[in-house]
């Protein structure tokens, strides 16, 4: 017998063996290391604290803009809509903080991360809205290209449902600086829990919230 022949047979010997085992029940070798979840988890958790923070900020402009800004009139509406999204943000990073702790990780620290507004910008109800539109549109694709790296189907489901929040957050803002939709401050603030009225991580356990996108677009034609 060759040596080549008796290295196949000893293969073929060594892979039955293992699918015996693996038949009988035995368990394949146990992971070593780090979750792999947990750096990409860790990554939006950073997003999702740098978002909360950019929204305190934001809230602080809406609540006192600018004398003389032209959009001052829509601070009645924006205070409380940009108050829930920040919250609804908070509810993203606590259960991307809690996942992580499960998979055995260590979430990143709220206080290491830290927000600040682009060079030139200045205090505007309008800047405002177009670095939450921006900011929302990155955070989207951002947990797009996250939900590929995931080995986990349940850690999959949960980006991609949190995904769907910061979509439609970008939704309304982007109809609200397009003119898409002309703001009436009475309609949005009689509305207001039709604005992307929960998150749906707060949902995922039960019935998802998927009349919340059906809502918001009946609510941006009552406003045109």
């Given at each position: 017998?060759?040596?080549?022949?008796?290295?196949?047979?000893?293969?073929?010997?060594?892979?039955?063996?293992?699918?015996?085992?693996?038949?009988?029940?035995?368990?394949p070798p146990?992971?070593?290391?780090?979750?792999?979840?947990?750096?990409?988890?860790?990554?939006?958790?950073?997003?999702?604290?740098?978002?909360?923070?950019?929204?305190?900020?934001?809230?602080?402009?809406?609540?006192?803009?600018?004398?003389?800004d032209p959009?001052?009139?829509?601070?009645?509406?924006?205070?409380?809509?940009?108050?829930?999204?920040?919250?609804?943000?908070?509810?993203?990073?606590?259960?991307l903080a809690?996942?992580?702790?499960?998979?055995?990780?260590?979430?990143?620290?709220?206080?290491?991360?830290?927000?600040?507004?682009?060079?030139?910008?200045?205090?505007?109800?309008?800047?405002?809205?177009?670095?939450?539109?921006?900011?929302?549109?990155?955070?989207?694709?951002?947990?797009?290209?996250?939900?590929?790296?995931?080995?986990?189907?349940?850690?999959?489901?949960?980006?991609?449902?949190?995904?769907?929040?910061?979509?439609?957050?970008?939704?309304?803002?982007?109809?609200?600086?397009?003119?898409?939709?002309?703001?009436?401050?009475?309609?949005?603030?009689?509305?207001?829990?039709?604005?992307?009225?929960?998150?749906?991580?707060?949902?995922?356990?039960?019935?998802?919230?998927?009349?919340?996108?059906?809502?918001?677009?009946?609510?941006?034609?009552?406003?045109?």
């Amino acid at each position: 017998m060759n040596d080549a022949h008796s290295l196949s047979r000893r293969a073929l010997l060594g892979a039955t063996a293992a699918g015996g085992l693996v038949a009988c029940g035995s368990d394949p070798p146990a992971m070593t290391g780090p979750n792999p979840d947990v750096m990409p988890l860790n990554g939006l958790l950073t997003a999702e604290y740098e978002a909360i923070k950019a929204y305190m900020t934001g809230v602080g402009i809406f609540a006192a803009p600018p004398m003389g800004d032209p959009q001052a009139a829509l601070s009645l509406a924006l205070v409380p809509i940009g108050t829930n999204w920040m919250n609804q943000h908070r509810q993203h990073a606590t259960v991307l903080a809690s996942t992580i702790r499960a998979l055995g990780g260590t979430p990143v620290e709220e206080a290491s991360v830290t927000f600040t507004a682009p060079a030139m910008f200045t205090n505007s109800i309008a800047n405002v809205l177009k670095l939450a539109a921006n900011k929302e549109k990155a955070a989207a694709v951002a947990y797009n290209r996250t939900v590929r790296q995931l080995s986990s189907q349940a850690n999959r489901q949960l980006a991609a449902n949190i995904e769907g929040d910061e979509t439609q957050h970008f939704i309304v803002l982007y109809a609200l600086l397009k003119q898409l939709a002309a703001p009436n401050v009475a309609t949005l603030v009689a509305n207001i829990g039709e604005i992307v009225p929960k998150s749906f991580v707060a949902t995922q356990a039960g019935a998802m919230a998927n009349d919340s996108l059906e809502a918001q677009m009946d609510l941006m034609y009552a406003m045109m």
